[in-house]
């Protein structure tokens, strides 16, 4: 110190300037031993940093510090009874989970374990995890909060792309379970107006208790709560949702939504089951949509119970086919008709996913089913020829007959009266409602009683899919493959191409 006591009075007294400073700065450093000088995280030749703790006096080894990211604490839910009743303020602010900004912490937090559980056996097997299980439970991390195990609660998802002044964050219902396990998830109304498999997913949330599920399940009740707020099937635009999986962060807004729903809430999922009801005024017999080639996605609609399974890969953009090319198994339930809340659809719906979870060994539910359901690899859209008041002869689920009455057209004007007759032996997967149609409407759906070996014959001429014929095809069956062949030729295109169509269910 004494002898930089006497270099500044000699500067002082040699040079004057603005450089004064400067130049006494370069000369005490050059006085300096190598490496004395010590920043965190570098070391900078010629520069000082203030912190008096950082620079290493004249014959201490200096050391240099490498930069640490922090750990950082994701919000943690609270653990709700679902099934309590909550007021409209209380539930506003439980579904919307705000992310705070990431803090410094001393340490990561690591999730306690829960309690140790019974073993529970199935014919002898155990399918549950034992007392003392080696197996560490780690909390589900699901949009910015970690749900610990043996945990119940309302998130919220909310798209990054949304119409100005109108956003709305979309509950998300949570049942973290106490066992390891499968992530299962549950969509409805996709379609705003389809209201049967909101229900269905409430009562399956909200029964669900988490000390005796393995896994995890995850529900969305309202995909599109804009459509649902309008009684409408599409967004405010007039796009359909389920045409934009996985979606496209610089696409249109229904791309975007999409996009964000599929990487925010879809990816977490292991196994999904989507809930539709028909749509445009049809109805649908309870039903599960299945891409029938893939063997995890065939396992999973044979864990439904007695439900009718209809082979179909789904339309490019659906929720479903988009879900099942990223690996992730999906099926679609159509049960019932839009715009109304039916116990039956509704009560079949929770029966089948609890007969599913069950046969997952995530929650074990005992369900008595009836005399087991056909599988049908192709079905037809009978189309009325004229306009008209329709009114049906058929019930959905009732078989049918070549040449059987399905229903009637009649002109409200000169009372003429036509008949649609089904040219297939088969069942009605599905029908339009009593209403007035134009001509070309497609009014029943017939699902095609074919085999297996049928099928796969077919399958070298033409992709399996759906058809559509007039009221007046001829009322001789033929074997199903010739019945596809010719009405693809008489009608120039599949379903697959038929938006209208299409719309009458997923």
């Known amino acids: 110190m004494t002898r930089l006591a006497n270099l500044w009075h000699r500067f002082q007294g040699e040079h004057s300037g603005p450089l004064l400073s400067r130049t006494f700065l370069v000369c005490c450093l050059s006085l300096l031993p190598l490496g004395s000088i010590a920043v965190a995280g570098k070391v900078e030749s010629g520069a000082v940093d203030a912190d008096p703790k950082l620079v290493a006096t004249p014959g201490e080894t200096s050391v240099v510090t490498s930069k640490v990211t922090p750990a950082v604490e994701l919000p943690q839910a609270e653990s709700v009874d679902l099934s309590d009743p909550v007021d409209a303020a209380v539930a506003e602010t439980s579904v919307t989970v705000e992310v705070p900004s990431l803090q410094p912490v001393s340490a990561p937090v690591v999730a306690e374990s829960p309690a140790p559980v019974d073993v529970e056996t199935r014919d002898g097997a155990d399918v549950r995890s034992p007392v003392g299980s080696a197996v560490q439970m780690t909390p589900l991390v699901l949009l910015g909060t970690e749900v610990p195990p043996a945990t119940s609660t309302r998130l919220s998802w909310k798209p990054d792309q949304s119409f100005e002044g109108i956003a709305m964050p979309t509950p998300v219902l949570v049942v973290n379970g106490a ?29 669900a208790k988490a000390e005796k599920l393995s896994g995890a399940l995850i529900g969305v009740p309202i ?18 949702l389920n045409r934009f999986f996985p979606g496209d962060p610089r696409g249109s807004s229904a791309s975007r939504i999409a996009y964000s729903f599929f990487h925010e809430v879809i990816d977490h999922c292991d196994a999904l089951v989507d809930l539709h009801t028909g749509s445009f005024h049809r109805t649908n017999l309870p ?157 029943f759906r017939i699902g095609i009683v074919t085999s297996e070996e049928e099928v796969q014959q077919e399958g070298q001429h033409d992709s399996p899919g759906d058809a559509e014929v007039g009221l007046n095809a001829a009322p001789q069956r033929p074997d199903a493959a010739t019945i596809l062949k010719r009405a693809r030729a008489r009608m120039g295109q599949s379903l697959d191409d038929d938006n209208e169509t299409l719309e009458a269910s997923e």
């Open 179 to 207: 066992r390891p396990g499968p992530t299962v998830c549950l969509t409805a109304a996709i379609h705003g107006d389809e209201l049967n498999g909101i229900e269905i997913v409430r009562r399956v949330l909200y029964e």
């Open 223 to 240: 995909v599109n709560l804009h459509g649902f707020h309008r009684t409408s099937r599409y967004l405010p635009d007039r796009r359909d």
């Open 287 to 443: 039903q599960v949509r299945a891409d029938l080639t893939d063997p995890a996605i065939v396992e999973l609609s044979q864990s439904f119970g007695a439900t009718v399974v209809l082979h179909s890969t789904g339309r490019e953009g659906t929720l479903r086919r988009a879900a099942a090319e990223a690996g992730i198994p999906a099926i679609t339930l159509e049960a019932g008709e839009p715009s109304r809340l039916q116990q039956a659809a509704v009560n079949h719906g929770v029966k089948g996913i609890e007969t599913l979870l069950d046969k997952m060994e995530m929650y074990e539910r005992v369900s008595f089913w009836g005399d087991p359901e056909p599988v049908f690899y192709n079905s037809e859209w009978i189309r009325a020829d004229r306009g008209g008041i329709l009114f049906s002869e058929v019930k959905v689920g009732q078989n049918v007959n070549a040449g059987e009455l399905l229903g009637t057209v009649t002109d409200p004007i000169t009372n003429v009266r036509t008949e649609i007759h089904t040219p297939f032996n088969g069942r009605v997967l599905g029908r339009a409602l009593d209403q007035v149609v134009m001509p070309g409407f497609a009014a």
